[in-house]
């Protein structure tokens, strides 16, 4: 089984309008409640490829059960821990730059948290447990970290959706994959790189730190994946991008997916590049259809 953990999930309202005016009133042509948040938007997409997973994670109040009720619409499975303050509405505002305001996030209180950690307890030895998305500001800031032990003590794998110092944080636990971005690789070591082979080379150094598969990605123009054995690129989806949100979500869900039916990273990779773009390409999260529009598009090259 695959569990996805989001501690901080979301209702995205998403507004649609020409032009946001600073100031001023404005007014929609479209808007949306969409369940969101990013290990939620990972076990959508799961459910597209058709891999059991269930989302694990903190709801609370009316945008909770609003959050719940669309999942289960999905047939996507959940056994959250429900707290007393209210999930989180975070703002999407596309016009003609998109704009997302986050909020912060609900109170959790130490039972709630206690009760989110037994939930670790089912665990059993080839899970993979994907973590991803922020905290809320009532849990600690190595919460991911915390619960690594156990997770290893399972027998799962782990994937942490995190950068900066809670990255690197957790690559002594050996996570499955990491995926930087290469804006957020080049923060990781506080250098700047252009794409090149030096990227490779910082991209390698996460490997050596424990990680068991490094995918770097670089929005519309491609991506790596560093493997043990080998490095491999893929060239960018061609297509027009209307929307930034969950690209990278769906690009891990891909990769985790396949990797969990077929053990093979370069299959991973190929598949998370093509779910990446399929929800680049659309308004909400890509759905099966849309992941195989853009499949045939990823071809996989071993560069070493
Ligand atoms: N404009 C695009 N054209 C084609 N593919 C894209 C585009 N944007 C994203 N992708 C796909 O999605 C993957 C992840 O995108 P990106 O590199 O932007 O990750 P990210 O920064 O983690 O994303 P997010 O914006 O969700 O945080 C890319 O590797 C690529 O496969
Ligand atoms: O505030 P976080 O947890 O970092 O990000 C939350 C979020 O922006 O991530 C998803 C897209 O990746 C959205 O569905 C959601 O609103």
């Given at each position: ?22 100031g ?30 269930t989302?694990w ?11 719940v ?135 390698q ?33 061609v ?38 773009a ?21 071809k ?5």
């Open positions: 089984m695959i569990y996805t953990v989001t501690v901080n999930p979301a209702l995205d309202y998403v507004l649609q309008l020409e032009k946001v005016n600073s001023e009133v404005n007014r929609t042509n479209n808007d949306a409640f969409l369940a969101g948040g990013k290990g939620i938007n990972v076990s959508q997409i799961l459910n597209q490829l058709s891999v059991d997973n989302a994670g903190f709801v609370g109040g009316f945008t909770g059960k609003e959050l009720r669309q999942l289960n619409q999905k047939r996507i499975e959940s056994d959250f821990v429900t707290i007393s303050d209210n999930t989180r509405v975070n703002v999407k505002i596309h016009a003609e730059k998109e704009t997302e305001i986050n909020a912060a996030g609900p109170n959790i209180t130490d039972q709630e948290i206690t009760a989110f950690k037994d939930r670790l307890n089912d665990l059993k030895k080839g899970d993979i447990v994907v973590m991803s998305g922020s905290l809320t500001p009532s849990l600690p800031t190595d919460f991911y970290q915390s619960l690594l032990p156990t997770i290893k003590e399972a027998g799962a794998e782990f994937v942490v959706d995190t950068t900066g110092q809670a990255l690197i944080d957790t690559l002594e636990y050996k996570p499955l994959v990491i995926k930087p971005n290469h804006h957020e690789l080049a923060d990781l070591f506080g250098v700047t790189f252009d794409f090149s082979d030096v990227m490779l080379e910082y991209a150094k996460l490997l050596d730190m424990g990680a068991q598969n490094v995918m770097v990605s670089m929005a519309g123009e491609g991506g790596f994946l560093l493997t043990k054995d080998h490095v491999y690129h893929a060239k960018g989806a297509g027009t991008a209307v929307n930034s949100v969950g690209a990278g979500d769906s690009m891990i869900a891909g990769f985790v997916g396949t990797y969990y039916k077929t053990q093979d990273p370069k299959e991973g990779f190929r598949i998370g590049m093509a779910c990446g399929a929800t680049a390409f659309t308004k909400d999260i890509a759905v099966k259809s849309q992941i195989d529009a853009v499949l045939p598009q990823i996989v090259e071993q560069i070493s």
